[in-house]
T-cell receptor, first 112, second 113 residues
Framework: SQTIHQWPATLVQPVGSPLSLECTVE??????LYWYRQAAGRGLQLLFY??????ISSEVPQNLSASRPQDRQFILSSKKLLLSDSGFYLC???????????FGPGTRLTVT | AQTVTQSQPEMSVQEAETVTLSCTYD???????LFWYKQPPSRQMILVIR??????QNATENRFSVNFQKAAKSFSLKISDSQLGDTAMYFC??????????FGAGTRLTVKP
C-alpha cells in the first residue's frame, strides 16, 4: 500500500533563514506530486506540482521553490523566509490513471 | 475568481442524525472531477468521496453520499448516522485539468453527543 511521509512535523524558523521541507512517497512509481499551503482557518492553495523528476510547475509566484531529485521525493525550499511564509504545508501525490490526491500529515511552519 | 464556494462556515448536528454540507463551483468544462475531503484536528486531509462529472449516478461511500447537480454546478455532501468521529473541517474540491485542484474555504462540522 502507498504511504506518504513529510518532515519535519513542526518547524519554527526566524525571518531570513533558509527552509527545506521534505516529502517522500512509498508504494508507488512515477506519481504526480504536489505542495499545498493552508493558512489558518482557510482552504488549501496549490503551490507547486511535478509530473516527473526535475519537472516542476509553479502555480503561485512566491518566495518558495520546489525540486524533485528522485521519483518519489519532493522538496520545498526557500533561501530566505518571510513572515508571510508561515502556515501549514501539505504534500500530496496522485497515481497515474487516477484523479484523487492523497495527502501527507503536513508540516506546521512558524516564521518568527 | 472563486472556483469553489462553501457557503456554510460552520454546522452542527446531533449524533446519529443526518447533515448536508453545500458546495457550488464554477467551470466551463464538461469533464471534471469533484471531491470531498475531511480534515480532523490532526490536520491530515482524508479523501471522503469523489464524483466524476460524466457520471450521472451520485457517488456513495458507506454513510457518505453526494447530490451532484451538474447543471446547477452543485455538489453537496450528505452524512448519515453522524458519529462523533465525523467532527472535522470538510473541504469541497474541484479538479481543473489533471493537476490543478481548487479547494473551498471549508465547513467546520461539529457532531454533538
Amino acid at each position: 500500500s502507498q504511504t506518504i511521509h513529510q518532515w519535519p512535523a513542526t518547524l519554527v524558523q526566524p525571518v531570513g533563514s533558509p527552509l527545506s521541507l521534505e516529502c517522500t512517497v512509498e508504494g508507488t512509481s512515477n506519481p504526480n506530486l504536489y505542495w499545498y499551503r493552508q493558512a489558518a482557518g482557510r482552504g488549501l492553495q496549490l503551490l507547486f506540482y511535478s509530473v516527473g523528476i526535475g519537472q516542476i510547475s509553479s502555480e503561485v509566484p512566491q518566495n518558495l521553490s520546489a525540486s524533485r531529485p528522485q521519483d518519489r521525493q519532493f522538496i520545498l525550499s526557500s533561501k530566505k523566509l518571510l513572515l508571510s511564509d508561515s502556515g501549514f504545508y501539505l504534500c500530496a501525490y496522485r497515481d497515474r490513471g487516477f484523479y484523487e490526491q492523497y495527502f501527507g500529515p503536513g508540516t506546521r511552519l512558524t516564521v518568527t | 475568481a472563486q472556483t469553489v464556494t462553501q457557503s456554510q462556515p460552520e454546522m452542527s448536528v446531533q449524533e446519529a442524525e443526518t447533515v448536508t454540507l453545500s458546495c457550488t463551483y464554477d467551470t466551463s468544462e464538461n469533464n471534471y472531477y469533484l471531491f470531498w475531503y475531511k480534515q480532523p484536528p490532526s490536520r491530515q486531509m482524508i479523501l471522503v468521496i469523489r464524483q466524476e462529472a460524466y457520471k450521472q449516478q451520485n457517488a456513495t461511500e458507506n454513510r457518505f453520499s453526494v447530490n451532484f447537480q451538474k447543471a446547477a454546478k452543485s455538489f453537496s455532501l450528505k452524512i448519515s448516522d453522524s458519529q462523533l468521529g465525523d467532527t472535522a473541517m470538510y473541504f469541497c474540491a474541484f479538479l481543473r485539468g489533471n493537476n490543478d485542484m481548487r479547494f473551498g474555504a471549508g465547513t467546520r462540522l461539529t457532531v454533538k453527543p
